[in-house]
């Protein structure tokens, strides 16, 4: 029943009223909830607690659970329920941040006339195959780019990655072999996504906080661009914070044995749950507002 999604989003509101940004209240999003739950029922038969990780992670990353929009999604993965960051939602962080005016992916055709140049005068060209009859087409995938347009008299920053390096990418992806996985479902979505991410990374930082959490823009763009749909990350919220997995898969992080911590959650002491050791954590204080945001080893 939907009331038991509410009920899971009503036991960390206080939680989610401290990480939201500002142009997103609690009624907002509790909108957003009830219209994804709706449309995907499957996540009523999430676990509570996965429901609740998914809330929070969202309410990190600055961003509206919203398939509609494309900004993220709540997914069902067995039982667990996963937020999934899609592309549109990264690009909204960064020009909201105004690190820069927007940012535009192409997929590339093997017909399509494609020159990037790099070395100390980088540039692109990228001229479109037109399709000549309902027959034609413009070939076979070669790749993707993403360019970040920085302003008036600024040299826009492109990052071009081609389709052998997105099949690696997808293949070490922790759900690469899902046949309902995004990586399976949305492909140039996903290539799309992952060349934005890495265009991201050579952007100029913003570190102003927008909430009442005390969490830069910068995080909440790192978080979202670490954690996503096609498995390169993946995010734990325990009661004391977040805590962010780099997506190794179970037998992977069976066999890594001293990077593992056991964790006593308040919501069943009596529970343990054994995680990799986190690279980055967050802490609440008393009050449920966020304390800290730190990296650690």
């Known amino acids: 029943m ?33 219209n994804e739950v709706t449309k995907n029922p499957k996540l009523l038969e999430c676990s509570k607690r996965s429901l609740q990780n998914a809330f929070i992670s ?24 996963t937020l999934v960051v899609g592309y549109k939602g990264l690009i909204d962080l960064v020009t909201r941040a105004g690190i820069c005016d927007s ?4 997929v590339v055709y093997e017909k399509d006339m494609f020159k990037p140049k790099a070395g100390t005068h980088p540039s692109l060209d990228h001229e479109l ?6 027959q034609d087409t413009r070939g076979n995938m070669i790749g993707v780019y993403a360019v970040a347009f920085l302003g008036i008299n600024k040299q826009p920053k492109f990052e071009y990655i081609p389709k052998s390096e997105l099949l690696k990418i997808k293949k070490e992806s922790r759900a690469g072999s899902n046949q309902y996985a995004p ?10 996504k992952t060349a934005i991410k890495r265009v991201i990374q050579t952007l100029p ?19 979202a661009s670490e954690s996503s749909e096609g498995g390169e990350g993946y995010v734990h919220v325990l009661d004391e914070g977040m805590r962010y997995d780099n997506g190794k898969s179970k037998q992977e992080q069976a066999n890594d044995s001293d990077n593992k911590e056991s964790i006593t959650t308040e919501a069943d002491k009596e529970q343990k749950t054994e995680i ?22």
């Open 183 to 192: 990586w399976n479902k949305h492909f140039e979505a996903m290539c799309k």
């Open 58 to 81: 969202a309410s990190y990353f600055g961003l509206e659970p919203n398939s509609i929009t494309g900004s993220s999604y709540i997914v069902p993965y067995n039982k667990e329920a």
């Open 276 to 297: 990799r050791r986190p690279v980055k954590t967050g802490k609440f204080n008393s009050n449920g507002r966020f304390k800290s945001f730190k990296k650690s080893a």
């Open 2 to 34: 939907i009331s038991e999604a509410i009920v899971a989003l009503n036991e960390k509101e206080l939680e989610l009223t401290s990480l939201l940004p500002d142009h997103i209240d609690i009624k907002r999003f509790r909108i957003s909830v009830i």
């Open 205 to 223: 930082k913003n570190a102003n906080v927008d909430s009442k959490s005390g969490i830069t823009l910068d995080e909440r763009i790192n978080l």
């Open 129 to 134: 195959y037109v399709e000549k009859s309902e």
């Open 103 to 106: 940012i535009d992916a192409k």
